[in-house]
Every structure is written in structure tokens, then in C-alpha cells.
């Protein structure tokens, strides 16, 4: 079945520091991909997607690109803030025909940046 | 627009109880899904609900779990006779009606600790 599995936590930087959170899946077709984010005391956020191969998504910062040649979903971002201390999940769906409502998660990363 | 509601924040229940946990979905959204969060683990996905149906239970365990989503009130997610394996964060999103598609937007979880 269709798997995700993301760098494990937790990740401790320094602000301005480089961060990069590996996520590799395993799925047929070709699904969507996501980021999502989960702040202390909320829910999980879309953070940015991506639809098929090759696309960036991007948001606040934060940078993903779909690499189906290595199956793999990489959260980046250039500089980090005190701001950014969450929780990262990464996550696929279906691109379509049945069942393209459920999300398959990675275990989740835990991010804590130190001023 | 407030977000999902999910109540409650968090649930202790001793073994052989019952748990009820709710879900209020975004105004407008007619569509609920619940996932389980288990200790180390990502996200899996539960059961998907439309208002009255029930679309898709095939990540429920097929003994002890139900669900429902009835036409005025919540989504609740009902656990009887609770035992210490039950203890996870349980997540719920919703999203507009429409295809299956659509983004999921996720409620804060109830973490329940089973004694």
C-alpha cells in the first residue's frame, strides 16, 4: 500500500539556519503531495502541495518540489525562525479514481528552532 | 469562519469505558473524515462521512469503533469498552461538498488516554 516515510525528529536549529526535512513516498499512480504543519495547541495546517511531477510548492518560505524520478517531497527553507517551532507532516493522496480523499502521513518531525 | 471544533481537547476514560468524541466541521462543510494518531506513528485514515452516510470505514476497527455524522449536530466517533491500545490523538477534517478531492481542514484532535 501507499506509504510515506519522513527524517525523524526532533530538529533543533538555530534562527536563520538552513532546514531541510526529508520525505520519501512510495505510492502507484501518481498522487499529490503535502506539507503540512501543526503549531503547539492546534491542527494541522496545509502548508503547500504539490500535483504532479516536477511542480514546487511553496509557502511562507517554505519550499517542496515533487521529484517522482526519486520519489521523494523535501521540505526546505532558507532561514528559519523562532516562529517556525512545529511539528512537519508529510503527506500524500490519490490522484484520483477511488479512495482520493484519504491522506497517508508520514510520522511527523519535530522542528524547534533557539533564538 | 471559526475552523473545525473538536471537543474534547482531551479525554481520560479507565478501561471498559466509553469514549465520545466530537467533531464540528467549517460552516459550509458537509464532509468529515477522522484519522488516529498512535504514539510514533503518522496519521491513518478512519472513516469518511457525509451528512447521514457513511462513505468509507474501511481504516475503522471492525469491533468497538462507530461513527456517525447526522443531519444537525456533530460528527461523533464512539469507542466503547475502551482498553490502553485505544490511547491516540484522533484527528478530524472537513471539507466542501463536492468531489472527495478537496483540501481537508483539520480540528486541534482529542487525545485520549485510556487508564
Known amino acids: 500500500g501507499d506509504s510515506v516515510t519522513q527524517m525523524e525528529g526532533p530538529v533543533t536549529l538555530s534562527e536563520e539556519a538552513f532546514l531541510t526535512i526529508n520525505c520519501t513516498y512510495t505510492a502507484t499512480g501518481y498522487p499529490s503531495l503535502f506539507w503540512y504543519v501543526q503549531y503547539p495547541g492546534e491542527g494541522l495546517q496545509l502548508l503547500l502541495k504539490?500535483?504532479?511531477?516536477?511542480d514546487k510548492g511553496s509557502n511562507k518560505g517554505f519550499e517542496a518540489t515533487y521529484r517522482k524520478e526519486t520519489t521523494s517531497f523535501h521540505l526546505e527553507k532558507g532561514s528559519v525562525q523562532v516562529s517556525d517551532s512545529a511539528v512537519y507532516f508529510c503527506a500524500l493522496r490519490k490522484g484520483s479514481g477511488g479512495s482520493n480523499y484519504k491522506l497517508t502521513f508520514g510520522k511527523g518531525t519535530l522542528l524547534t528552532v533557539n533564538p | 469562519n471559526a475552523g473545525v471544533m473538536q471537543n474534547p481537547r482531551h479525554l481520560v476514560r479507565r478501561r471498559g469505558q466509553e469514549a465520545r468524541l466530537r467533531c464540528s466541521p467549517m460552516k459550509g462543510h458537509s464532509h468529515v473524515y477522522w484519522y488516529r494518531q498512535l504514539p510514533e506513528e503518522g496519521l491513518k485514515f478512519m472513516v469518511y462521512l457525509q451528512k447521514e452516510n457513511i462513505i468509507d470505514e474501511s481504516g475503522m476497527p471492525k469491533e468497538r469503533f462507530s461513527a456517525e455524522f447526522p443531519k444537525e449536530g456533530p460528527s461523533i466517533l464512539r469507542i466503547q469498552q475502551v482498553v490502553r491500545g485505544d490511547s491516540a490523538a484522533y484527528f478530524c477534517a472537513s471539507s466542501p461538498p463536492d468531489r472527495g478531492g478537496n483540501e481537508q481542514f483539520f480540528g486541534p484532535g482529542t487525545r485520549l488516554t485510556v487508564l
Open positions: 504539490a500535483t504532479k511531477a516536477d
